[in-house]
């Protein structure tokens, strides 16, 4: 079945970024020009996926007004004749209709994901984790959504991280050959079953663990924050107890469905992950953020060739080592 709904977790308190995020949603910090959830309900709305539902809680007011009309500032663009502007200011508000349920305490974003469950209804859907910018040139959760039409179940997205930071992540066992049938898939030729490091590039998750200490990691594929889930989730997590942080875990429930479906290539609901070689910027931590905004600066057409050449100078002149 076409998967037509996203579900985007937004219930975080942000505090790696105080006092920034006292009173502002740190979905809403600004990642260039255009608050960080905006990337993601785009990169929603371009796979397709034209009903999100935010789960939010107390004081995320500022992420629902984003994504309605203004009518007041369009007003005085308007008046001015700042059709720029006044484009920019409506995109939020027609990427997608933007729906939010609240998350009244926090118990994980397995919980989070549970309460989706009724706006979900009994189809299956994505979910997409603020903190994770995928970049728009490398497309992912289309691919995703098709891996799950072909086999149905969950799809997970994964890529290979350092040793070292393994245990800020899910981390997943798979199964050694490609998924079945995927030899017969050749969209791309034989290269396009292959990531540059010789991985497939989708696999069979037969296992996930929450947060493994590094010597403990099953391998270094993490999950990174997008997921294509089947609605038998929702009752997986009813009965999924507190895991790791005593929160609940969506990759617990993962868990459960790939333990459920073994090695048997009929199961009706197995665990996929497509291992993800594109550009992901991570901006829950404050110098990924950084790095992000940079990144992202330099590349963009109308900011990039002001801003680039200074930041050169600015690293020949030495950057902070520079004498003032
Ligand atoms: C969450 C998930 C984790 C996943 C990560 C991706 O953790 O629990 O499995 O690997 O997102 O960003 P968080 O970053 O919210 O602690």
Redesign the pocket.
Known sequence: MLVTKAVIPAAGLGTRFLPATKSVPKEMLPVVDRPAIEYVVEEASQAGLRDVLLVTSRSKKAIEDHFDREAEVEAALERKGDKTRLERVRASAELAEVHSVRQSSPRG?GHAVLCAAAHVGSESFAVL?G??LIDERDPLLVEMIALQARHGGAVVALMEVPEESVS???VATIAPGPPAGAAAEPAGGAAALTTPTGRYRAVRVTDLV??PPVDEAPSNL????RYVLPPEIFDILRSTPPGRGGEI???DALRTLAERAGDDPAAALPVHGIVFTGRRYDT?DRVDYLKAIVRLASERPDLGPEFYPWLEEYVASGGPKAEA
């Open positions: 974003l984790l903190d994770d800020m992540y899910g929450e947060k993490a999950v990174i924050g875990q969506l990759t829950g």
